[in-house]
């Protein structure tokens, strides 16, 4: 467990984020530590929760010989503890993770909610009718763009598209959407989408060999170097776990087949999109 003491003095404003929420209860919702780490705040509720306990299994070192959990850890954000942040009145409790974006020299961003439905199976009807009435193409596509960072080369400065201009793409012009996250430049298009697809089958094959974990609202964040004189490495991690359960506890049926067909199914659709623009380039 880390405490607020081993940060205090070395937090910034995280600058490539691409979507969420950027303040809970007037702290940040993310800090970076100039370690090549960030805070993330804990959600209210049992959300914060949640997502901190995921973490913390998945990188238990009770699971280091666990195939299953430890295959995941190449695909999230590495886990080192919790941190207590003070400010003149509150506490504010943060995960302390890697920052996927600290590798590259000017990091390009993507955010993909992920799955044909983002409410999870505890949630009401209510909350189920809003989270279907935010993009009703979910269901159709399994993924939607939350948001992006790009680098504009013509200006030199970042172009960043939010929740709302995904909200606006359907099946047809979601491939134009993806399109703008990646260079104009053919060639280097082309290996950055060919890479992209390359990751994501192997993540969608952990998904097709787990049946113990279901994911809700979970993002793939998609991250590449826009420097030309960087590699063409495209790196792909799991965020946001606020809505991850065991499938064994919220499955009341222990025959249920519990393969996350709602992620698998995204997955399957973001490759069917990127195989496309790659035709199309
Ligand atoms: N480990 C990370 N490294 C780099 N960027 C991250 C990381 N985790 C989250 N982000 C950035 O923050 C954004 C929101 O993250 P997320 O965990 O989904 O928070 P929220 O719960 O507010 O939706 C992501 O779109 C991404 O740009
Ligand atoms: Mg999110």
């Known amino acids: 467990m880390l405490s607020s003491e081993d940060v205090k003095d070395d937090l910034d404003d995280f600058i490539y984020q691409a979507a ?3 303040y809970i209860n007037g702290f940040r919702t993310f800090l970076k530590c100039n370690d090549g780490t960030l805070l993330k705040i804990f959600q209210d509720g049992n959300r914060g929760h949640r997502e901190m306990e995921f973490y913390s299994e998945i990188f238990s070192a009770n699971h280091d ?5 430890s295959a995941l850890r190449h695909f999230m954000p590495t886990y080192f503890g919790t941190v207590t942040i003070k ?10 993770i890697s920052d996927v974006t600290s590798k590259f ?5 993507i955010d993909l909610k992920i ?5 999870d199976p505890l949630a009401t009807e209510a909350k189920r009718a809003r989270a279907v009435d935010k993009y009703p193409l979910q269901d159709q596509i399994g993924f939607r763009i939350d948001g992006m960072k790009v680098y504009n080369s013509d200006t030199g400065n970042y172009d960043d598209y939010d929740k709302i201009f995904g909200r606006k793409l359907d099946d047809d012009t979601i491939v134009n959407g993806l399109s703008l996250f990646y260079p104009k430049e053919e060639g280097w298009k082309i290996s950055l989408i060919d890479n992209t697809i390359l990751r994501l089958q192997a993540l969608l094959q952990w998904f097709n060999s787990q049946s113990r974990w279901l994911f809700f609202s979970s ?3 998609i991250v590449y170097d826009s420097d030309k004189d ?3 490495e ?4 799991l965020v946001d776990f606020t809505h991850t359960y065991e499938s064994a506890v919220v499955m009341n049926d222990t025959n249920a087949n519990c393969t996350d067909n709602n992620t698998i199914y995204g997955l399957n659709s973001l490759l069917k999109k990127l195989n496309e623009l790659k035709v199309r380039c």
């Open 20 to 22: 969420g929420h950027q």
């Open 65 to 69: 010989s666990d195939q299953t959990a």
């Open 87 to 96: 400010n003149d009145k509150n506490s504010q409790p943060y995960m302390k």
């Open 105 to 109: 020299k000017r990091p390009c961003v």
């Open 115 to 119: 799955g044909r439905r983002t409410y």
């Open 219 to 221: 993002s793939l964040l």
């Open 230 to 232: 960087s590699s063409n």
């Open 234 to 237: 495209v790196d792909i991690k």
